[in-house]
């Protein structure tokens, strides 16, 4: 699907990105110019090397571009010191990986608790009405290593907008799961983004989601 995302539009956006590239030794990969709304949803996909997740890191400030600028909430989030950006990462931006990393001597309700200790915003009320969401409140004492992997996946989205931040970055968050887990995540992280107003960037190859997202850029067309 040919993108319609173009660098200064008058609207606010979310994220605007602007002839990002990053270099692998003597290779620099060119990532096409995003501008996504409030509450958007975009599916970024491409084969393995095309800088899926090279993008993903630099969009969530984990990665510097060797060029090009870019702008959430209308602030250059590399111009921040190391402390400031990672203050406002823990603020504004959820992050979902292909393998959920959690603290595994915690339950799983521990490991939503922590993750708000850190962004200062303890609020059990939240955990519980999103654990409940996800079908999985009759978990919330149980420890995180006796969960299945769906289980894991379903957790690590509630971890992700538990501090309701303004951005979910998910990197292959289906990958590792069969179909039927696979589409389960998928509604989950679209449902619930859209219900918490949270602008969505899934990167993957996974093709089976490709069909549920009109908003699209394939990395393998630049």
């Known amino acids: 699907m040919e993108s319609a995302y173009i660098f200064g ?21 060119k990532f096409p ?35 090009g600028n870019i702008l959430v909430n ?3 989030i590399f111009s921040l010191s190391n402390k400031k950006r990672d203050k406002f990462r823990g603020q504004q931006i959820g992050f979902v990986f292909q393998t959920p990393h959690f603290i595994k001597s915690l339950s799983v309700n521990d490991n939503l608790k922590f ?31 006796n969960l299945s992997e769906g289980e894991k996946q379903r957790i690590s989205i509630i971890r992700a907008l538990v501090n309701q ?11 590792a799961l069969d ?18 107003n949270t602008t969505l960037v899934i990167v993957t190859h996974d ?6 997202f009109p908003n699209q850029i394939n990395l393998n067309d630049f």
């Open 165 to 175: 931040p303004s951005i979910i970055f998910a990197d292959e968050p289906t990958s």
């Open 207 to 212: 093709k089976r989601i490709k069909d549920k």
């Open 115 to 145: 993750s708000q200790y850190m962004s200062s915003k303890i609020n059990q009320s939240k955990i519980d009405m999103l654990l409940k969401k996800v079908d999985l409140n009759h978990l919330k004492n149980a420890s995180i290593q």
């Open 33 to 67: 110019n995003i501008n996504l709304d409030y509450g958007g949803q975009l599916l970024i996909i491409g084969k393995s090397g095309s800088g899926k997740t090279s993008l993903l890191n630099i969009l969530g400030g984990l990665l510097s571009a060797e060029s």
């Open 179 to 196: 179909d039927n887990s696979c589409n389960n995540v998928v509604d989950l992280l679209t449902n619930l983004s859209r219900e918490n």
């Open 9 to 29: 539009l008058n609207q606010k956006k979310l994220i605007r990105t602007n002839n990002i590239t990053v270099k692998y030794g003597e290779i620099e990969i």
């Open 74 to 76: 209308d602030i250059d």
